[in-house]
């Protein structure tokens, strides 16, 4: 496992060192492996998925959808863009967060390209997106009898299904510029309050009372280190690490 010159400094450092430096390397070390599995771990958690999915017939869901996904880059939101006729249906039970813009076409009905999804989601009845959490942008014309029709249908399919609707339902007329960016705010509103709620968590501090503090060291051995054992109580329940 060690180098040969490694190997040698390590058992060289082990027969110099006394008992409690020994005890004390064992701890060290401890400490620094949990760190290292602690910190891939939490960058793992801070890495959820983030997919924007369009559904259009004319262009204006995919130009607006990559609008949105510049600004968001120039954000540090790092998002996944994809037509939902590129989409596969299957990853929508891996997804965390899930951002439609969508138009209405015919009488109310999805854009062809936005079908499949359309059908997917409406007639699975096994399909429960618990994990999901999710926004809808519809985009519409209000001279239509069924406005934003289609959009509407998928915000409260999703929603039925388990998904959590973390922005409302935004409806855009045919100027759809105002009410896409206030959609796009609320959703860097959203990651903002998101990573400030981790840095608080992360950094707070809880006063506790020490039950216990023995020293596990052998005194007779006039030792010149000491290794304690304490026991703090706080009153609630709390995750830490030593
Ligand atoms: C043939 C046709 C049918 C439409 N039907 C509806 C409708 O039923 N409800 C609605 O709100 N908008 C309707 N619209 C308006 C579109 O949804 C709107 O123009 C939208 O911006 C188009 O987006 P897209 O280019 O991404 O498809 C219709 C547009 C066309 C051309």
């Given at each position: 496992?060690?180098?040969?010159?490694?190997?040698?400094?390590?058992?060289?450092?082990?027969q110099e060192s006394s008992q409690e430096e020994m005890i004390w390397m064992c701890?060290?070390?401890?400490?620094?492996?949990?760190y290292k599995k602690k910190?891939?771990?939490?960058?793992?958690?801070?890495?959820?998925?983030?997919?924007?999915?369009?559904?259009?017939?004319?262009?204006?869901?995919?130009?607006?959808?990559?609008?949105?996904?510049e600004k968001a880059k120039k954000e540090k939101i790092q998002i996944k863009l994809i037509s939902l006729d590129q989409y596969c249906l299957r990853d929508l039970e891996k997804e965390d967060y899930f951002f439609i813009v969508m138009s209405t076409h015919g009488e109310g009905k999805p854009p062809s390209s936005a079908k499949s999804f359309?059908?997917?989601?409406?007639?699975?009845?096994?399909l429960f997106l618990k994990n999901m959490k999710y926004s809808v942008l519809a985009l519409g014309d209000k001279s239509y009898t069924y406005f934003c029709k289609a959009g509407e249908d998928v915000?409260?399919?999703?929603?039925?299904?388990?998904?959590i609707r973390i922005i409302p339902l935004y409806k855009c007329d045919v100027d759809y510029e105002n009410q896409s960016d206030k959609w796009f705010s609320e959703i860097v509103n959203f990651f903002k309050?998101?990573?400030?709620?981790?840095?608080?968590?992360?950094?707070?501090?809880?006063?506790?009372?020490?039950?216990?503090?023995?020293?596990?060291n052998n005194q007779e051995k006039n030792s010149n280190k000491e290794i304690h054992h304490i026991?703090?109580?706080?009153?609630n329940k709390i995750e830490y690490s030593p």
């Open positions: 496992m060690l180098s040969e010159s490694n190997n040698k400094t390590f058992f060289k450092l082990i701890g060290y070390i401890s400490g620094l492996l949990f910190d891939s771990k939490e960058i793992k958690k801070e890495e959820k998925k983030i997919t924007l999915v369009y559904g259009t017939e004319t262009g204006n869901a995919k130009n607006l959808a990559f609008d949105i996904y359309f059908d997917f989601i409406h007639h699975n009845k096994n915000d409260k399919r999703l929603y039925d299904i388990g998904a309050k998101k990573n400030e709620i981790c840095t608080k968590k992360k950094n707070q501090k809880i006063c506790g009372k020490i039950l216990k503090n023995i020293i596990l026991e703090i109580f706080v009153s």
